[in-house]
């Protein structure tokens, strides 16, 4: 149970291109997302945290024009990267946070397995 | 400062020995502690999750211990295998927000054969 499912794995597109990552909860409701960026070597960058239907919150120094994320359901959540540019090429992953269905009352926090973006 | 920190930053272990990871936390209100199990190039996967009132679980040959008291919990490794070469990541959760959620840096563990 609490699979959180993160598409694509990898994308490579140019520079000026938008790209979407999808984060999924296939058998819990995440209330909440989080978003995070990880270069090489380094640890977790929270990137915004956001509740199903509200705006998202970001963390400092991460431009929300930039890096729009969308929670339109209890499912679901996107992050789109307008406007790519090499200096986005990151290893992005989402995190998500909910109640699993099973009745057992669990609380999850679910990692995706991550999508590489390289930017060229 | 960083109110979950994780010793030691990277250790090499021998194969089939036994290892012990540190995380000393300043999250408070305290609600759980989490360790996780991050591969090269993948997400992380949980490992386990302790609330105040527990001292120890494992799961297979990781056990977790904690003590809310001084705020520090452990990840022990039994038996380490070649797999078991990852970043190991403690996420504290404070209780006024179940969900902000504070990040040590990981520990990097390389087992060799």
């Known amino acids: 149970g609490a699979v959180v499912s993160q598409h694509p794995s990898w994308v490579i597109c140019k520079s000026g291109t938008s790209v979407k990552i999808e984060c999924r909860s296939l058998d819990f409701q995440a209330t909440t997302m989080f978003w995070y960026r990880q270069f090489p070597k380094q640890s977790l960058m929270l990137m915004a945290t956001s509740n199903e239907g509200s705006k998202a919150t970001y963390e400092q120094g991460v431009e929300k024009d930039k890096f729009l994320i969308n929670h339109a359901s209890l499912t679901l959540s996107t992050l789109t990267v307008t406007s790519a540019h090499p200096e986005d090429s990151s290893f992005y992953i989402c995190s998500a946070g909910g109640w699993a269905w099973d009745g057992s009352g669990a609380n999850v926090l679910t990692f995706g397995a991550g999508s590489r973006l390289t930017v060229l | 400062k960083n109110q979950v920190e994780q010793s030691p930053q990277s250790l090499i272990i021998l194969e089939g020995k036994n290892c012990t990871l540190q995380?000393?936390?300043?999250?408070?209100?305290?609600?759980?502690l989490r360790w996780y199990k991050q591969d090269t190039g993948r997400g992380p996967v949980s490992l386990t999750i302790m609330t105040f009132s527990e001292n120890t679980k494992s799961n297979g040959r990781y056990t977790a211990t904690l003590d809310a008291d001084t705020k520090q919990s452990s990840l022990h490794i039994t038996a380490s295998q070649l797999s078991d070469s990852a970043s190991y990541i403690c996420?504290?959760?404070?209780?006024?927000?179940?969900?902000?959620?504070?990040f040590g840096a990981g520990t990097t563990v390389t087992v060799r054969a």
């Open positions: 996420v504290v959760s404070s209780r006024s927000n179940d969900y902000k959620l504070s």
């Open positions: 995380c000393n936390y300043t999250v408070s209100p305290f609600s759980n």
